[in-house]
Every structure is written in structure tokens, then in C-alpha cells.
């Protein structure tokens, strides 16, 4: 069973930055959007950025000029570049592969960014 593997969270303090990263573990085909989402304590989860097949990207407003999604399509692998983090930004980060018929997620990385 393929299954996505996240990498490079961790602590930063405030204006820091890090990169995460998230690479299937298997062949997924037909994959239309890669996204990251993130889930801080007692909210719901939310979507942060996602990127298509043919490159569009979306963010949430509270990541605008700060994040930037990308996407290696021949690794099966997405990255999400944050830059400037907040305390705001601290959550537990997923990844998200929606694929033609398929839907997978990450098991989740934390990101801490202290004051």
C-alpha cells in the first residue's frame, strides 16, 4: 500500500523558515493536486497551499508571500517552502495526494515556531 512520508518539521523561532517535504512511498498514477493542510490544537484542520498537475497554486490567505508550494512530478514528491513563520503557523502539517481514483494523506509533521 503506498503511503506518503513527510519530512523536515521541527522547532524555529519566530521569522525562521523551513522546508517540508512529502514523497509517496509507491507509484501513484493520475495524481491531479498535491496539497499540505495543517491542524493546530483544538482547531480543524485547514488547507495551507495546493498545487495541480499542470502547476496552478492556491494558498490560504494567511500563507500568501510567505509560503511557496512545489511539486517534482516525476518523484511523486511535494514541497512546501515557509518562510517568516509566525507563532500562528505552529500545527501538525499533512500532506494531501488526490489522485484519479485514490485519496492519500501523510501521517502528519510538526512545526513549532516559538516567540
Known amino acids: 500500500q503506498v503511503q506518503l512520508v513527510e519530512s523536515g518539521g521541527g522547532l524555529v523561532q519566530a521569522g525562521g523558515s523551513l522546508r517540508l517535504s512529502c514523497a509517496a512511498s509507491?507509484?501513484?498514477?493520475?495524481?491531479?493536486?498535491m496539497g499540505w493542510y495543517r491542524q493546530a490544537p483544538g482547531k480543524q484542520r485547514e488547507l495551507v497551499a495546493t498545487?495541480?498537475?499542470?502547476?496552478?497554486?492556491n494558498y490560504a490567505d494567511s500563507v500568501k508571500g510567505r509560503f511557496t508550494i512545489s511539486r517534482d512530478s516525476a518523484k511523486n514528491t511535494v514541497y512546501l517552502q515557509m518562510n517568516s513563520l509566525k507563532p500562528e503557523d505552529t500545527a501538525v502539517y499533512y500532506c494531501?495526494?488526490?489522485?484519479?481514483?485514490?485519496?492519500?494523506w501523510g501521517q502528519g509533521t510538526q512545526v513549532t515556531v516559538s516567540s
Open positions: 494531501n495526494f488526490r489522485a484519479l481514483y485514490n485519496e492519500y
Open positions: 509507491g507509484t501513484i498514477f493520475s495524481i491531479a493536486m
Open positions: 498545487i495541480t498537475s499542470g502547476g496552478s497554486t
